[in-house]
């Protein structure tokens, strides 16, 4: 991943302890004020000059760890753009101790973890997690790489593809092409407006021996142990993490200084300007950039956070609130690029709505509008006191910790701020916000605007982006002042932010979700959970009929009735998600689905409210047949304007896992769902009403139960018992395939590989075979062959029958190329398996045993449990039967279920072929195969067996299941 937007922070008081050189001082580094947190926290400086954080959780399961470089594109030669991202691909592919090329990454999916790594304009990050218990081994690893890199020519053709692949992957993303051409209109050669990710052509004037030994120069004149900081974050006590920081990385060389040449601040001589940009047909989009002076050192007043907040809130009569009320843009989204304090800015990216393109100079002078009104209300300190509780709150219970942010902090800032900068303030400062507010102004003011009809007379250089630049002359900058307040205000406090400091539930913690016995058809499930202390609910409410998904017209119908709730409830649900409530209302089969997540005494407000609007629900006809046409529209033109990944991932589901209908089907069914038969529909299903629930976490029971009451006054009408039915295809045996197409460039292959049975020795043969096989996928398909950006190997449940899923998205390959190339990796690595060693197959097993038998965190428990209620799986244990399944796998068999399931006369594979607008299918070969191909839904579904779930359940889906 190229570039890094900072999450920024905030904090209240806790002890550390300072370490430089073996000496020794306490300090008080803040965090959110609210925060009851049970972790230790040590910082030390190595002789080396390396600063490092250790941060001791005994909560954690995997072990975390971040290594920050204070080094990346702003250093890049200029005959060699990209040299700092080439480095990041090179750096852990062997080293002096460790020479095997994959020695890393091999050792982290063994042990149950993952890398990744950024490289930005000051600074590149190498983050990675692992298993508590192989850290030592992992850091080994990794101290090795940094010190000792070997940088392998060998290997540098390959990384010229990575890195061109990435390339290829992110032109065709508006972003990239926007900024661009905005470096160009800069017209400066600041290192800033710098093409710094790097492509073959930016490498292209040097051989791969050449390259190589550019690379090591490059990396002994930069990486230096006094640029880095260090971040790790484990179970363990802080002395054995300093112990292990100690030994392995006192061996980070120390370089002489390199001469820093002297850069002068970045001169925008083309400021104010418009620059016009054309990305495709489709594309209306908006980057504004604002110059800044540097404010990096008013850090303690979180100027970039609070301003951020104030401009994106979404509530109503707010800026982004009003623009999509006038079908302009969803919003805004704020950023403040301080990477050099020469170049400071605020960027605000408005991704532009149809009516917004058409008027992008009316959606500046909205945004100008709503600034005036920041700048001349007096900003209220109890605005400032909002923003610091709903980040605080944010950063103790919702936020994980972002590692790779942490170590970049810590280089910035020092260990005070490391964890928790940006998300509270020392100080409240209104004179400084009121002067960065100055700074959006149409005369201080770069625009960006792409839009299809510009017609343009240059292109950019290294995303061949169309664009012009015309500087705004002061009549022109008249024309983006605001000509009114376009009925914008502040808004008033909001009313889902808890009153007070938010309080714990006392008491036994459950160990299980238990039955309520609440009503007839609703079958609720309560536990309580306050076990990490979090003050956070989930309450989660499956409503479901058998009249919503019977045919045609009932789907088309639900999901109007699906859309139109949704946009009923949005300014309440945006309201709640700004002080971090949150309720997702999901389609789901047969009905749909509530999920709250929040303060209790939130989501009881927010129930009630989405409740009355659910029971009382109506519409203006006239609006009810715009939305109706507006999809029949929409479905038509889905597979043009939808991703070719998602085509294939949604055609699967459908294909799979019933009741389902196309888009076709649902565009018939569409022409018929006129808004009298909305309104009995919503009778039906009231009257037919299977209620399903569960509250979990810092709730009490009195509370569920009266949730539950409020759903059955409000929304079940009649007391019986429905009969739902849910339905897995069998697929039958061989290939059956299915082939979509698609206006964007890529292609995409999807191949499933379907399980026999819903039991919990399949399902852990699927588990573990991912494991296995996923970094090979990856390995030999993207990163040796090259053959796309996306290549995913997993595994993938519907209700309980288990599969694999091979997904590859691919800008130089047709589907059928890939289609076939997976089918050989399949057959390949069956071979693989046959020659694999007992110990090594016993780390996979263990790992994933580890895994399983992990402790989860509230969340992950809270949605585990729900997805087992929801599946019918009641017993709740679900993942130490998995790991006891995992557990009773014997190699010899796992190779037979392997040759069974994926190699023989009797395996079952479903392949989706989205064909891009590049490439061409071999007609010869489609010929052949057309005797495999899927012509109807409908008929495919009705003459292939199924796996049927029926609600409510007399036994376990797994029972049921495995009886069919």
Not at 652 to 666: F, Q, T, V
Request: hydrophobic share 35%; aromatic share 12%.
């Amino acid at each position: 991943m190229f570039f890094r937007c900072i999450t920024h922070v905030i904090y209240a008081a806790f002890a550390l302890t300072l370490s430089v050189n073996a000496y020794a001082e306490e300090i008080n580094p803040l965090l959110p004020k609210d925060c009851e947190q049970s972790k230790q926290y040590s910082y030390l400086q190595l002789d080396n000059g390396l600063k490092v954080l250790t941060i001791s959780d005994s909560s954690l399961n995997k072990a975390r760890i971040a290594l920050e470089a204070s080094v990346g594109t702003q250093q890049d030669p200029q005959d060699i753009l990209g040299m700092a991202h080439f480095l990041e691909h090179m750096l852990f592919l062997g080293s002096e101790k460790y020479p095997d090329a994959d020695g890393l990454q091999t050792y982290l999916a063994q042990h149950g973890g993952s890398t990744n790594a950024t490289t930005d304009y000051n600074a590149t990050n190498y983050h990675f997690d692992v298993e508590p218990k192989h850290l030592e081994g992992a850091l080994d690893l990794f101290a090795d790489a940094m010190s000792a890199p070997r940088l392998d020519s060998t290997y540098v053709g390959r990384e010229r593809n990575a890195i061109q692949a990435e390339y290829q992957y992110r032109k065709d993303m508006v972003y990239w092409r926007l900024t661009d051409a905005a470096s160009e209109a800069f017209a400066t050669n600041h290192p800033i407006t710098r093409f710094g990710m790097g492509n073959a052509k930016s490498f292209e004037a040097f051989n791969d021996q050449e390259l190589a030994n550019r690379v090591r120069a490059w990396w002994t004149t930069h990486y230096s142990a006094e640029k880095m900081s260090l971040v790790i974050s484990a179970p363990q006590s802080n002395e054995v993490l300093e112990s292990l920081v100690k030994e392995k990385f006192k061996r980070l060389p120390v370089r002489q200084a390199a001469p820093r040449a002297n850069q002068e601040p970045l001169r925008l001589n083309r400021i104010p300007s418009l620059v016009k940009t054309k990305f495709n047909d489709l594309e209306r989009y908006m980057i504004l950039y604002f110059p800044i002076s540097d404010i990096r050192e008013e850090y303690k007043a979180a100027p970039e956070e609070f301003i951020r907040y104030l401009l994106e809130q979404q509530v109503p009569q707010t800026l982004s609130s009003n623009l999509r009320g006038y079908s302009y843009a969803k919003g805004v989204s704020v950023r403040f690029n301080t990477d050099d304090p020469g170049a400071s800015r605020i960027e605000v990216y408005v991704n532009l709505h149809y009516k917004g393109g058409e008027q992008y100079w009316d959606v500046i002078r909205r945004l100008m509008a709503y600034v005036d009104i920041l700048k001349k209300a007096p900003l209220e300190e109890w605005r400032f006191n909002e923003f610091q509780k709903t980040r605080g709150l944010q950063w103790c219970y919702f936020d994980d910790l972002s590692i790779a942010n942490t170590a970049h902090n810590l280089n910035l800032y020092g260990p005070s701020y490391a964890l928790a900068k940006g998300y509270v303030a020392e100080e409240f400062n209104p004179a400084l916000y009121q002067k960065i507010l100055e700074a959006i102004r149409p005369d201080n003011m770069m625009a960006i605007v792409t839009h299809p009809d510009f017609v343009l007379s240059r292109e950019s250089k290294w995303f061949s982006t169309p664009y012009s630049v015309s500087m705004l002359s002061p009549s022109e900058q008249k024309h983006y002042l605001p000509k009114e307040s376009y009925y914008m205000a502040l808004p008033p406090a909001n009313p889902f932010l808890p009153k007070g400091k938010v309080q714990i539930a006392g008491g036994d913690i459950a160990a299980t979700p238990e039955l309520l016995n609440t009503h007839q058809n609703i079958k609720a499930w309560y536990g309580k959970n306050t076990e990490a202390g979090s003050p956070l609910a989930y309450y989660f409410v499956s409503l479901r009929s058998p009249e919503m998904d019977k045919d045609q017209r009932s789907a088309a119908l639900t999901q109007l009735f699906w859309s139109l709730l949704r946009k009923k409830f949005e300014h309440q649900m945006l309201i709640a998600e700004e002080v971090n409530t949150t309720l997702d209302i999901e389609r789901q089969k047969n009905g749909i689905a509530l999920h709250f997540h929040g303060y209790p005494e939130s989501i009881e407000l927010l129930l009630s409210q989405i409740l009355e609007e659910i029971k009382t629900f109506r519409v203006k006809e006239r609006r009810y047949e715009g939305y109706r046409y507006g999809w029949m529209e929409f479905l038509n033109k889905y597979t043009e304007e939808t991703h070719p990944l998602t085509v294939a991932q949604e055609t699967a589901d459908n294909i799979l896992y019933s009741p389902s209908y196309s888009r076709s089907d649902l565009g018939k069914g569409m022409q018929g769902a006129s808004y009298s038969r909305m309104i009995n529909l919503l009778e039906d299903f009231k009257n037919s009403l299977h209620v399903t629930s569960l509250a979990y976490g810092n709730i009490e029971q009195a509370q569920a139960e009266a949730w539950n009451k409020m759903v059955a006054d409000a929304i079940v009408n009649k007391k019986s018992t429905p009969r739902i039915k849910e339905y897995v295809t069998r697929i039958p045996k061989g290939v059956t395939r299915l082939f979509e197409e698609s206006i964007f460039t890529d292609s995409v292959s999807l191949v499933y590989v379907q399980g026999s049975s819903a039991s919990y020795e399949e399902r852990a043969h699927f588990k573990l075979l991912e494991k296995m096989l996923s970094e090979s996928f990856f390995k030999e398909l993207r990163t040796e062959k090259q053959l796309g950006y996306v290549v995913h190997a997993t595994s993938n449940n519907y209700l309980h029958i288990p599969g694999m899923k091979f997904k590859m998205q691919s800008p130089v390959s047709g589907p059928d190329k890939l289609e076939l190339e997976t089918l050989s990796f399949i057959k390949g690595f069956f071979d693989i398996l046959k020659d694999i060693q007992e110990k090594d197959f016993s780390v996979f097993k263990n790992t994933l045993v580890a895994e399983l038998n992990a402790d989860k965190e509230l969340e992950n428990k809270a949605y585990g449990y729900w997805k087992e209620i929801k599946n019918g799986s009641l017993h709740f244990d679900a993942s130490k039967r998995m790991a006891d399944a995992v557990e009773s796998i014997s190699r010899d068999n796992f190779i037979n279920w392997y040759g069974q399931r994926f190699t023989s006369s009797e395996s079952r594979l479903l392949s989706i072929l989205v064909e891009g607008d590049a490439h061409s299918i071999d007609t010869h070969w489609k010929s052949q195969v057309s005797s495999t191909k899927l012509r109807s839904l409908e008929k495919f579904q009705n003459s292939n067996q199924k796996w049927v779930l029926e609600t409510p359940q007399s036994e376990s889906v797994e029972l049921m299941l495995s009886k069919q």
